[in-house]
């Protein structure tokens, strides 16, 4: 045991690797219950939070406990297929998460600012 340990001490992970996967492409019908079967295979979790409105059906978060678990996980289930689905799992990376939105707030911003100076985009 302990010189598993001493192993994942000496392991360098890539940047993006962290303990948040994020998962597309789920069965909308599918429940936590059976999220915990699939990822639970792969180690502790401490969290699934599966989307729930029209734009986040078929997403779903899952968070580790332990760095390594979520990078064997990602690693194995990327592409398993669940319901004649194939899941999508990737790490979760927040800096790109909210890109969207920044720009369609921004853009917004930028309208305003146009119609308070009289600009049109001629």
Same mark, same amino acid.
């Given at each position: 045991?302990a010189?598993a340990?001493?192993?994942?001490?000496?392991?360098?992970?890539?940047?993006?690797v962290n303990?948040?996967l994020?998962?597309?492409?789920?069965? $909308?019908? *599918?429940?936590?219950?059976e999220?915990?079967?699939i990822?639970?295979?792969?180690?502790? *979790?401490r969290q *699934?939070?599966?989307?729930?409105?029209?734009?986040?059906?078929?997403?779903?978060?899952?968070?580790?406990?332990?760095?390594?678990?979520?990078?064997n996980?990602?690693?194995?289930?990327?592409g398993?297929?669940?319901?004649n689905?194939?899941?999508?799992?990737? $790490?979760?990376?927040p800096?790109?998460?909210?890109?969207?939105?920044?720009?369609?707030?921004k853009?917004?911003? *930028?309208?305003?600012?146009?119609?308070?100076?009289?600009?049109n985009?001629e």
């Amino acid at each position: 045991m302990a010189m598993a340990m001493q192993k994942k001490l000496n392991v360098r992970l890539p940047p993006e690797v962290n303990r948040i996967l994020y998962v597309r492409n789920l069965p $909308y019908k *599918i429940t936590s219950e059976e999220m915990y079967d699939i990822f639970g295979k792969y180690g502790a *979790i401490r969290q *699934i939070r599966v989307g729930n409105t029209p734009e986040t059906r078929g997403t779903a978060f899952v968070v580790y406990e332990d760095i390594f678990d979520a990078k064997n996980a990602c690693d194995h289930l990327s592409g398993f297929n669940v319901c004649n689905r194939y899941l999508v799992v990737l $790490y979760y990376q927040p800096t790109k998460a909210f890109k969207k939105v920044d720009t369609d707030k921004k853009k917004e911003e *930028i309208e305003s600012m146009k119609a308070k100076f009289g600009l049109n985009d001629e």
